[in-house]
């Protein structure tokens, strides 16, 4: 079964240092890797997809197949990027989404 | 027009009585899940209902946990007798496919506290 493993429960940097929030899967085949994002009293919201290969608030992610890790970075954090961030899953054949347990972003002034 | 809605958007109830979720997608999305969401364990696969397909009931936690989806659109999750350790704040989500990368839009959950 798919598993989606984030290390780090809790994660604090200060502001313009940089962040990178580890996301690792055991699955052998081809996933669907996503990051999500919970602020402070808002809903859980879609932040970006490894297929777009896309920068949303300054933030990447890259597919390592190698190591099965989908690591959520960003050069230089910005208070307004503190949230819950989730790393998920889902089977190219399904459509299930398995999610890690989260890290808490705390940037600090 | 409006995202997914949940309601009640808070839920106290007694040890042993049982309780209903709502959930009402966005219009038109025919893939529908509930997730749990407790302090330490990250968000916990319940149940995904996608059109006219058998559910994927294979998160749910006891027989107690039950969800129905009426017309393809609400859909009701259901927790009989329920125990101290049910307490947590449950989640459902929408998106427009089955397949492909669609993104899971998030209602803001029903917080359950089991006394």
């Known amino acids: 079964a798919q598993r989606v493993t984030q290390p780090e429960k809790l994660l604090s940097v200060f502001k313009g240092a940089p962040v990178e929030l580890k996301c690792n899967y055991s699955?052998?085949?081809?996933?669907?890797l996503f990051w999500y994002v919970q602020y402070s009293r808002q809903r859980l919201q879609l932040l970006l997809r490894?297929?777009s290969r896309e920068s949303i608030k300054g933030f990447t992610a890259d597919l390592n197949k190698g190591e099965t890790s989908f690591h959520l970075k960003k050069p230089f954090a910005q208070e307004e990027d503190s949230a819950m961030y989730y790393c998920?899953?889902?089977?190219?054949?399904?459509?299930?989404?398995?999610f890690g347990e989260g890290t808490q972003l705390t940037v600090n002034p | 027009g409006a995202g997914v809605s949940q309601s009640p958007s808070n839920k106290v109830t007694e040890k042993g009585k049982d309780v209903e979720l709502r959930c009402d997608p966005i219009?038109?999305?025919?893939?529908l899940y509930w997730y749990r969401q407790s302090l330490g364990q990250g968000l916990e696969f319940l149940i995904y209902?996608?059109?006219?397909?058998?559910?994927?009931k294979s998160g749910l936690p006891s027989d107690r946990f039950s969800a129905e989806r009426t017309g393809g659109s609400v859909s009701t999750l259901t927790i009989q007798r329920t125990q101290q350790e049910d307490s947590a704040v449950y989640l459902c989500?929408?998106?427009?496919?089955?397949?492909?990368?669609?993104?899971?839009?998030f209602g803001n959950g029903t917080r359950l506290t089991v006394t």
């Open positions: 989500a929408s998106s427009s496919a089955g397949v492909g990368n669609s993104p899971l839009h």
């Open positions: 699955y052998s085949g081809s996933p669907e």
């Open positions: 490894h297929i």
């Open positions: 998920a899953l889902r089977l190219a054949s399904g459509s299930r989404l398995t």
């Open positions: 219009s038109g999305h025919t893939a």
């Open positions: 209902f996608q059109g006219n397909s058998a559910p994927d």
